[in-house]
C-alpha cells in the first residue's frame, strides 16, 4: 500500500499543475455547454481535465479504485483498494464558461474512507491549496492555519448557493443571515479555501456531492479547521448530497451548528 508520504504529495501537486493547465487552455475560450439530468451544465474542459488526470492516476496509482465527476467510478471490478481518489475536474462550472476566475480544481485521496490528502487549486489565480493529514495544510508550499477565532458574533461567515437555500431551506438562511460581523452570498470551494488560509471563519454550504466536498475536508482539517454535516456528522464517500458547514474552530463550529437547526 503507497501511503500518503512526501512522494505521493509530489504526485497531488503535479496533478495540480496538469489540471489547472488544461482548464486554463479552454478559460475564456468559446465552450460547447451541454446540461446534464440535474440542469448542472457541463463543457469539454470539465471532461478533458478529468481524463487527463484519471490518465495520470492509473498510470501512477494502478491498483487505486477512482470516483470523478464526470465519469463516475473506474471499473475495479477485478481489484480491492483501500485507497480511492476523488474529482472534481472544474468546480464552479458556471463560473468558469462565464470568465469568472474562481472556479476550482478539486482532488482528494482516501484511506479506508478517510481523507488523508486533498487539493483544492484555483487555476485562474495560481494558488494551490494542499491538506495533509496530521501534517498541514500549505498553500503554494508554505503553510497555512484557519484563524483563531471562537466567536459566532465576530466571525466572517460566508454562504453558499444562496437561491437553494432561499428555495428549500429558507429558516435555516434566515437564521444565518443573522449571525456574524460580516457575511458575504458566495459560491463554489474557494470559500473554504479562504477558510484554511486564515480568512474567513465559517462557511454554510448546500447541495454538494462527495467529489465536492472530500477535498475541502481534507485541507480544511489539516488547516485546524472543522468539516461536517449540518448534523455534525463527519462526511463520507456515502454521504451522498450533502449540506455541509466549514468552521475555524471547533468552538465555532459547535455554535453554527445550531443556527442550522430546522
Not at 512526501?6 to 475560450?29: P, S
Not at 465519469?71 to 481518489?85: A, I, M, R
Not at 488547516?223 to 455541509?244: M, Y
Request: proline residues 5%; hydrophobic residues 40%.
Amino acid at each position: 500500500m503507497i501511503e500518503v508520504n512526501d512522494a505521493v504529495v509530489a504526485h497531488v501537486n503535479r496533478l495540480a499543475a496538469l489540471a489547472g493547465e488544461t482548464a486554463m487552455g479552454y478559460f475564456r475560450n468559446p465552450l460547447e455547454v451541454e446540461l446534464k439530468d440535474d440542469e448542472s451544465p457541463v463543457t469539454q474542459a470539465d471532461k478533458a481535465v478529468e481524463v487527463c488526470v484519471r490518465t495520470y492516476l492509473q498510470k501512477h496509482f494502478p491498483d487505486d479504485g477512482i470516483v470523478g465527476e464526470e465519469f463516475g467510478q473506474l471499473d475495479q471490478s477485478n481489484k480491492v483498494s483501500d485507497n480511492v481518489w476523488s474529482i472534481d475536474p472544474i468546480d464552479g462550472t458556471r463560473s468558469f464558461l462565464s470568465g469568472h476566475p474562481l472556479f476550482g480544481f478539486l482532488l482528494a485521496r482516501l484511506h479506508k474512507g478517510v481523507p488523508e490528502v486533498g487539493v483544492i487549486g484555483m487555476p485562474a489565480l495560481g494558488e494551490t491549496l494542499v491538506g495533509r493529514r496530521r501534517v498541514g495544510t500549505t498553500l503554494n508550499g508554505r503553510q497555512v492555519f484557519s484563524s483563531s477565532q471562537t466567536s459566532l458574533d465576530s466571525a466572517i461567515v460566508f454562504i453558499n448557493e444562496g437561491e437553494k437555500l432561499i428555495a428549500e431551506c429558507p429558516e435555516v438562511l434566515s437564521n444565518i443571515l443573522k449571525v456574524g460581523h460580516t457575511r458575504r452570498f458566495s459560491y463554489d470551494c474557494y470559500p473554504h479555501a479562504l477558510l484554511a488560509m486564515g480568512q474567513v471563519d465559517v462557511v454554510v454550504d448546500y447541495d454538494l456531492q462527495p467529489y465536492d466536498y472530500l477535498p475541502i475536508v481534507a485541507v480544511v482539517e489539516a488547516a485546524g479547521g472543522v468539516v461536517t454535516d449540518w448534523q455534525g456528522n463527519p462526511l463520507t464517500l456515502s454521504s451522498g448530497g450533502t449540506a455541509i458547514v466549514s468552521a475555524a474552530t471547533p468552538e465555532l463550529h459547535a455554535q453554527i451548528l445550531s443556527e442550522l437547526e430546522i
